[in-house]
């Protein structure tokens, strides 16, 4: 079983739309969760942290975490074209002292005009 | 607004030979990893390192692979002999608290290539 699962995509929603990214994760005891945005041939860009079950906002960007169901989101609002790229999942807990980030393959995102 | 740097951007290197890559961690992080991106997979973890010493490693991270703090600015990745199968992207990443809110700072990334 992976450990940090991502459909890969693409996720293709037109400008303006709400874009909905989706992660599960094996292990229980992961304790913080982290969306990172990675433009092609870049590296990843930390956009949200999560610890707590709920919702967390940051303008148009919300992180969602559901610790029972193992399974967190990213909602971004009034998608634009610059939001195109992949969303990556990335997880750390108490087994790996929070040193290691185990990250997902990433969804694309494509945000047509 | 303060960010982790890398160097070289690209390196080229034959099969065999060793390659050392740099980064200059946030100034005031304490804690350093490394991680690799084969192209078309996904990010994973090398090593991290704080206080002078590695404190978490991968299965990944084996002999041929060693890191340093040289100076109090660097973080180097040291890949004693090359193989082909080392070509990535290798991201150096800091932050300033191991614990569970670790937010880990990425750097541009060194392209290597081993031919």
């Known amino acids: 079983q992976k450990e940090v699962e991502q459909n890969s995509g693409p996720l293709s929603v037109p400008e303006g739309a709400i874009a909905s990214l989706n992660c599960t994760y094996s292990?229980?005891?992961?304790?913080?969760f982290f969306w990172y945005r990675q433009y092609s041939g870049k590296s990843p860009e930390l956009i949200m942290s999560?610890?707590?079950?709920g919702d967390k906002e940051d303008g148009r960007f919300t992180a969602q975490l559901n610790k029972a169901s193992q399974y967190v989101s990213l909602l971004i609002r009034d998608s634009q074209p610059s939001d195109s790229a992949t969303y990556l999942c990335?997880?750390?807990?108490?087994?790996?002292?929070?040193?290691?980030?185990?990250f997902g393959t990433g969804t694309r995102l494509l945000v047509s005009p | 607004e303060p960010e982790v740097t890398q160097t070289p951007s690209h390196q080229v290197t034959q099969m065999g030979q060793e390659v050392i890559l740099r980064c200059v961690p946030i100034?005031?992080?304490?804690?350093f990893y490394w991680y690799r991106q084969i192209l078309g997979q996904k990010v994973e973890f090398l090593v991290s390192?704080?206080?002078?010493?590695?404190?978490?490693k991968s299965e990944i991270f084996d002999d041929q692979f060693s890191v340093e703090r040289p100076d109090g600015s660097n973080f180097t990745l040291k890949i004693r002999s090359t193989k082909l199968e080392d070509s990535a992207m290798y991201f150096c990443?800091?932050?300033?608290?191991?614990?569970?809110?670790?937010?880990?700072?990425f750097g541009p990334g060194t392209r290597l290539t081993v031919l």
């Open positions: 100034s005031n992080h304490l804690y």
């Open positions: 990443a800091s932050s300033d608290t191991p614990r569970e809110y670790n937010e880990q700072f």
């Open positions: 390192f704080y206080n002078n010493e590695i404190s978490e």
């Open positions: 292990d229980r005891v992961s304790q913080s």
């Open positions: 990335a997880v750390n807990g108490v087994n790996t002292g929070f040193q290691k980030l185990v």
């Open positions: 999560i610890y707590s079950n």
